[in-house]
């Protein structure tokens, strides 16, 4: 008879619930690039509910000492706030987000969203119905009479870079370890989802010890392959009028360094997206200010006629392109070097699928010795000296004793700030002026998020950003529209003393929906915060609401600034403040839009075809104008 195989011997095991083994888990892992270690998940935001009250919750507790803890208030300022951390650190560390089961759950999809599209790490844990349904249904729970298996939480699936659904305790290891693959993935991070169903959180399994081990994940730098680096340094030799891109993944790869002296080395301009504005100092020569819809006459420009557009770690998304107008030289072609191939590709461009500081190092090596004509780098210089007398002029209050207009107070920071500081803004009439306006003094000061453009991100990233940079300060600037969608988190800065700086600039309405109301033909309608009056509707006197009042009534010091010379000094006092402390300004209305300059570009808004009032009928003749100068880049 064959001898019958020896067992092996089993690795030593701990018994844990999932939701211990999971806090365990993430405790341990972490982050390496350049040679430098960082923890991979640095802390979890969380609210209870019975969804994740005695599971995650009960964890939490147990483990307090291993894995830090923020107490927020609404699911997707949680989201938001784990949004700023990983941003301000640069992808290299994240923060978890847990809550309950039903609506707790759901409030998180807003957050996802904005995570995955601006490929910001977060790794989310909400509850789940029971897996071994009990009862069925249970409290919050969706019924789906034609699968038993779907939960609210499948409404993440489409805003998450992975998702999966726990339904058994050793199901944990092999997603917690895809779930760290995802999160450190340079190309294919965002937000991750482990949906937790409640009992399964709960329930105890012999956990293998090599499980919680020290796990180190190597971020990549992959490089150029070398045909696509031959080909990218042909194209540029043979340019005459190169123009460079500098997106987000700039920022993401550290390549600030290496972009500096390749324009150094070519004398190329350096145009920026909203995510990669702050990739040159604002005084570098070569930079020449934001692209697009909200960009600088100058950059703008020089897109126009720019026969190579490098794009260096940009999604070219349509504030880039001007909705595919913009890149007006007949003979223009495109070079893109991205870590995604997704990007590299895009507007039929020559591709250059590598890490953005990696690449850069690469071609410069490549394209030693060539530089732009001297002709090109006096235009571009003398175009930037003329756009900056703009600035000024933009900046400039005509006393100390009016009220400042949104530009003024941008100016007021402006005399304020050094490259400690970091502002941080996402919706309506601020990024367009920011993007135009704000002369950038750091790598990481300009916090703009753009590709989803959410109110409300501002405040509780703060929070995030601020838990990444302790010590320097930290300003969430908002409208009136912005802070009435999110002012949460105010309570979780005072509650945990994390000093923000929170300016609400006051103009009674959404100004930059008004405005662009106003040039589709929908003359504004229901964008004012006014009582009815005798022309209808939102036309009478603004609505008695006090946000000062409100931010106080949470905990904020709150200074009031009606001039100039208070704007100033309310600004001082709040930057050497060491509590969250509120400004709040009513801006001057003529300046409620974007304030000058007006937009250099076009965005696509589509204006109503057939119409009766005359408004809409001359914004669709407008319109129809810009459409005829689109292009399809081949």
Same mark, same amino acid.
């Given at each position: 008879m064959p001898t019958p195989p020896r067992p092996h011997p089993q690795p030593p095991t701990t018994r844990l619930?999932?939701?211990?083994?999971?806090?365990?888990?993430? $405790?341990?892992?972490?982050?390496? !690039?350049?040679?430098?270690?960082?923890?991979?998940? #640095? &802390?979890?935001?969380g609210i209870f509910g019975h969804g994740n009250v005695a599971g995650l919750g009960q964890a939490l507790v147990q483990y307090g000492e291993e894995m830090p803890f923020h107490q927020g208030r609404n699911e997707q300022a949680m989201v938001h706030a784990a949004v700023g951390y990983a941003r301000q650190s640069d992808r290299l560390s994240a923060h978890a987000v847990t809550t309950s089961i039903g609506p707790g759950a759901t409030n998180l999809v807003t957050g996802a969203a904005l995570a995955t599209i601006n490929r910001i790490p977060v790794l989310l844990l909400p509850g789940d119905v029971?897996?071994?349904?009990?009862?069925?249904?249970?409290?919050?729970?969706?019924?789906?009479?034609?699968?038993?298996?779907?939960?609210?939480?499948?409404?993440?699936?489409?805003?998450?870079?992975?998702?999966?659904?726990?339904?058994?305790?050793?199901?944990?290891?092999? $997603?917690?370890?895809?779930?760290? !693959?995802?999160?450190?993935?340079?190309?294919?991070? #965002? &937000?991750?989802?482990l949906a937790l169903p409640q009992d399964v959180q709960a329930e105890a399994y012999d956990w293998p010890r090599d499980f919680f081990a020290e796990r180190t994940w190597t971020i990549r730098r992959p490089p150029p392959e070398p045909t696509e680096l031959a080909l990218a340094a042909t194209a540029l030799r043979n340019s005459g009028r190169p123009l460079i891109v500098a997106g987000g993944g700039v920022h993401h790869s550290g390549a600030e360094d290496a972009l500096k002296a390749f324009a150094d080395a070519t004398r190329i301009p350096v145009a920026s997206t909203q995510a990669g504005k702050g990739s040159l100092r604002h005084d570098h020569p070569a930079d020449v200010g934001g692209l697009g819809h909200t960009g600088t006459a100058t950059a703008n420009e020089l897109a126009r006629t720019a026969d190579l557009v490098i794009g260096v770690g940009t999604r070219y998304t349509d504030f880039t392109t001007a909705s595919g107008t913009l890149f007006a030289h007949p003979g223009v072609r495109f070079l893109n070097l991205n870590v995604a191939a997704f990007d590299a590709h895009k507007l039929a461009a020559l591709p250059l699928v590598a890490d953005a500081r990696e690449g850069l190092t690469a071609l410069a090596e490549a394209v030693r010795g060539h530089r732009t004509e001297p002709a090109y780098v006096t235009e571009y210089t003398e175009d930037k000296e003329r756009w900056e007398y703009r600035v000024d002029a933009c900046y400039a209050a005509p006393g100390d004793l009016v009220r400042p207009t949104q530009a003024q107070v941008l100016g007021a920071l402006d005399e304020l700030v050094s490259g400690d500081d970091i502002l941080i803004n996402a919706a309506g009439s601020l990024p367009g002026d920011l993007h135009k306006l704000w002369r950038t003094r750091s790598r990481d000061q300009y916090h703009v998020e753009y590709g989803y453009s959410c109110m409300g991100y501002e405040i509780p990233a703060s929070l995030g950003v601020a838990l990444a940079a302790p010590g320097r300060p930290v300003w969430a600037l908002v409208g009136d529209g912005t802070y009435l969608m999110m002012p949460t988190e105010l309570v979780t800065a005072v509650q945990e003393g994390i000093p923000v700086k929170v300016v609400i600039l006051q103009n009674h309405g959404y100004a930059s929906i008004g405005g662009l109301s106003e040039s589709v033909g929908a003359e504004g309608f229901a964008t004012q915060y006014r009582l009815p009056g005798d022309e209808g509707a939102y036309t009478g006197r603004p609505l008695p609401v006090d946000l000062a009042a409100n931010a106080a009534?949470?905990?904020?010091?709150?200074?009031?600034?009606?001039?100039?010379?208070?704007?100033?000094?309310?600004?001082?006092v709040a930057r050497a403040a060491t509590?969250?402390?509120?400004?709040?300004?009513?801006t001057e209305t003529a300046d409620t839009v974007s304030g000058p300059p007006p937009a250099q570009a076009w965005w696509d808004v589509p204006v109503a075809e057939t119409a009766d009032r005359p408004s809409a009928v001359k914004a669709r003749e407008e319109y129809d104008r810009h459409v005829t100068t689109r292009r399809r880049h081949l």
């Open positions: 619930t999932t939701a211990q083994a999971l806090i365990r888990f993430l $405790a341990g892992q972490y982050t390496e !690039r350049d040679g430098v270690r960082h923890r991979l998940i #640095g &802390a979890t935001w029971f897996a071994a349904r009990p009862a069925d249904p249970v409290l919050q729970q969706l019924e789906v009479p034609y699968a038993g298996d779907v939960s609210v939480n499948d409404c993440l699936r489409p805003v998450s870079k992975y998702f999966d659904r726990i339904t058994r305790p050793e199901q944990l290891i092999p $997603a917690a370890l895809q779930a760290m !693959r995802v999160l450190t993935d340079p190309v294919d991070t #965002g &937000a991750v989802t009534s949470l905990g904020m010091d709150v200074h009031r600034a009606r001039t100039v010379r208070e704007l100033r000094e309310a600004l001082a509590r969250p402390t509120c400004v709040y300004v009513e």
